[in-house]
């Protein structure tokens, strides 16, 4: 079975801080996308990387895909409390499958 | 306005008393599958859906199923439902182009089983 894991779980810091989210996995995707999903609502995507060491930035928020495919990273720079929320990263296994991280529930502090 | 509906929001059932959960997506999609959200567990896929009438198995499809008679429609059925199918229930509509399979979520459907 495959899995992503994402580090850390959960993670609570002050307005304008830096941090990085770590999307893992042993599996290789042809895709990985970013969520965030906040209380009481769907995830909404935020980001997709198709290639290999690819690079996306979304205003603050920088999105790297590994060079093999099996690991991504968000980083945000100088949150802010509208950052909050659970942020889910999701993997494409073959044509159809979809395969969801655990997720890395952000607080930021005002 | 693109959107998937999920209804109901917010459903309380007994053990074994069949139930369907709708979702429904105006944007034409042909890719659409349902996912269950626990705790510790994050989203897992339970059912999807090709196109009309094409479904398979996700990771966690046992007690579920499924159908896809028109391209806007696609129901969850749980025919016998047990306290373990208490979850936070997702509809997701995507279009099947190249690169990832963007996926429009539902709003949710948060289902206890006594």
């Known amino acids: 079975t495959q899995l992503l894991e994402q580090s850390p779980q959960f993670l609570s810091i002050q307005e304008g801080e830096n941090l990085t989210v770590y999307c893992n996995s042993s599996?290789?995707?042809?895709?990985l996308q970013w969520y965030r999903q906040e209380p009481g609502e769907g995830p909404v995507l935020l980001v997709t990387?198709?290639?290999?060491?690819e690079v996306k930035k979304l205003k603050r928020l920088t999105f790297q895909f590994g060079d093999a495919r099996k690991d991504s990273s968000l980083h945000i720079t100088a949150a802010q409390p509208g950052d909050t929320g659970l942020y889910l990263c999701a993997g494409r296994s073959g044509t159809y499958k979809y395969i969801f991280g655990t997720g890395t529930r952000l607080k930021v502090l005002a | 306005e693109a959107q998937v509906t999920q209804n109901p929001r917010y459903l309380i059932t007994v053990t074994g008393k069949k139930l369907t959960v709708t979702c429904s997506q105006n944007m034409n999609h042909e890719y659409m599958s349902w996912y269950r959200q626990d705790p510790g567990l994050g989203l897992r896929q339970i059912y999807y859906s090709m196109n009309v009438e094409v479904t398979d198995k996700g990771d966690v499809p046992e007690g579920y199923k499924v159908s896809r008679k028109e391209k806007r429609n696609f129901p969850l059925i749980l025919e016998s439902p047990s306290p373990n199918q208490t979850s936070l229930y997702f509809c997701?509509?995507?279009?099947?182009?190249?690169?990832?399979?963007?996926?429009?979520f539902g709003q949710g459907t948060r289902l206890t089983v006594v």
């Open positions: 990387v198709v290639t290999g060491g």
């Open positions: 997701a509509s995507s279009y099947t182009g190249t690169g990832g399979l963007e996926a429009f």
């Open positions: 599996s290789v995707f042809s895709s």
